[in-house]
């Protein structure tokens, strides 16, 4: 009954391999997104669907590319993966029509990607 | 610096203890909330403050905003050993909705 779900847990790859990273929720609502925390626990946010719909997209490379096939799923694809790509990856989803932080966010318990 | 920077960056104290938190932040804001991690896990959300909000209680937890001092603190009252988290306050600025999250507080609760 998790209410957030990312698959995989771990992942280790080499450089310049392409990986995806799936998300799922339960919890019915509008609103994705993925994080990326890095080393020192920073943690910000990448991209921010609201039902199937782009909105937010912050500065990340174009390397990262989010799909959503329905609004209980955000998947992140990521090519030709860097070194400066390990990092942990959370999803989170929250109500509303569009992104806004007067609901709570309901994260994943995280991907670690570890790039080799 | 980042908008939402917690203070301590780390903090331990006797468990029974009362702990406090702090976050600043930069820009005028319509939300602040704050979140704990487990080590290992997801951010679990704790308590979301109105800009319009100066005070809010949750159980053991109270949190203050002061939007003058852009400031906002958190009180863990009677702290347990399974108070033992990083602790991240993130704010929506005004201007542009922007969510930002800060470094986080590190919190042990000693024995």
């Known amino acids: 009954d998790t209410a957030v779900s990312q698959t995989p847990k771990y992942l280790v790859t080499q450089m310049g391999n392409d990986k995806s990273i799936k998300c799922e929720q339960n919890l019915g609502h509008d609103t994705m997104y993925w994080y990326k925390q890095d080393s020192k626990k920073f943690l910000k946010i990448m991209f921010s669907?609201?039902?199937?719909?782009?909105?937010i997209n912050e500065t990340v490379p174009n390397r990262f590319s989010p799909k959503s096939p329905d609004k209980a799923h955000l998947n992140l694809h990521i090519n030709s993966l860097e070194l400066g790509d390990s990092a942990v990856y959370f999803c989170?989803?929250?109500?509303?029509?569009?992104?806004?932080?007067?609901?709570?966010?309901?994260f994943g318990d995280g991907t670690r990607l570890s790039i080799l | 610096s980042q908008q939402g920077e917690e203070d301590p960056q780390a903090l331990s104290i006797q468990e029974g203890e009362n702990a406090t938190m702090n976050c600043s932040y930069k820009t005028s804001i319509n939300n602040l909330q704050w979140y704990r991690q487990n080590s290992g896990r997801g951010l679990v959300h704790l308590i979301l403050i109105r800009s319009n909000e100066r005070e809010k209680h949750s159980g053991r937890l109270r949190v203050t905003l002061d939007t003058s001092k852009k400031s906002s603190s958190l009180l863990i009252t009677a702290s347990r050993a399974a108070d033992t988290a990083s602790y991240f306050c993130?704010?929506?600025?005004?201007?542009?909705?922007?969510?930002?999250f800060g470094k986080g507080t590190r919190l042990h609760i000693l024995p």
């Open positions: 989170a989803s929250s109500l509303g029509r569009r992104p806004n932080f007067n609901q709570p966010q309901h």
């Open positions: 669907y609201n039902n199937k719909e782009l909105i």
């Open positions: 993130a704010t929506d600025a005004r201007r542009d909705d922007k969510i930002i």
